[in-house]
T-cell receptor
């Protein structure tokens, strides 16, 4: 799986949009971008994934650049409960392998 | 999303004893389950992959005789930490994948906090 690079930490004010960047310059054509988050002392939670088109669900939006070398996860109206470590992972869809977690971004939502 | 449970959520044991952790997929059949562990302030590290009815595949550096994995059904996998020592204290997390989904998303359990005294 391709390697990803994320900033170690970010702050965001409650109610504002949180934009979390991820670089994946070595992504292959058949690899998807997945985002998970882990709230302290809990298991990771799936957020969203995409291949090349922008995606939106009830939790977040995913913006993937045209060259697919980077992406941004957007939490439109961050709340205190969104404080967590966010992991960007690239992997082949349908792959049977476990996930490789990097260090992620520790997002802290400030009141 | 699909629900995965783990039991127990927290366990404290004496050094030298064995501890069993259960991972269940509650509303779907999991052809593959994964076991991870996470040390404080670190990322999750994959320990092993288990497929129903076959032997688990362990990642490099993970002792198969120490971390026994059984995946006897499509909804249950167990991890047994044998002869536990303080350095095995960690947060153990399972995930379950469903081959019915093209994306083979993985759904994670809430984790089990193991403390070995």
């Amino acid at each position: 799986d391709a390697k990803t690079t994320q900033p170690p930490s970010m702050d965001c004010a409650e109610g504002r949009a949180a934009n979390l960047p991820c670089n994946h310059s070595t992504i292959s054509g058949n690899e998807y971008v997945y985002w998970y988050r882990q709230i302290h002392s809990q298991g990771p939670q799936y957020i969203i994934h995409g291949l090349k088109n922008n995606e939106t669900n009830e939790m977040a939006s995913l913006i993937i650049t045209e060259d697919r070398k980077s992406s941004t996860l957007i939490l439109p109206h961050a709340t205190l409960r969104d404080t967590a470590v966010y992991y960007c992972i690239v992997r082949v869809a349908g792959g049977a392998d476990g996930l490789t977690f990097g260090k992620g971004t520790h997002l802290i939502i400030q009141p | 999303g699909a629900v995965v449970s783990q039991h127990p959520s927290r366990v404290i044991c004496k050094s030298g004893t064995s501890v069993k952790i259960e991972c269940r997929s509650l509303d779907f059949q999991a052809t593959t389950m994964f076991w991870y562990r996470q040390f404080p302030k670190k990322s999750l590290m994959l320990m092993a992959t288990s497929n129903e009815g076959s032997k688990a595949t362990y990642e490099q550096g993970v002792e198969k005789d120490k971390f026994l994995i059984n995946h006897a059904s499509l909804t249950l996998s167990t991890l047994t930490v044998t002869s536990a020592h303080p350095e095995d204290s960690s947060f153990y997390i399972c995930s379950a994948g469903t081959s019915g989904s093209f994306y083979n998303e993985q759904f994670f359990g809430p984790g089990t906090r193991l403390t070995v005294l």
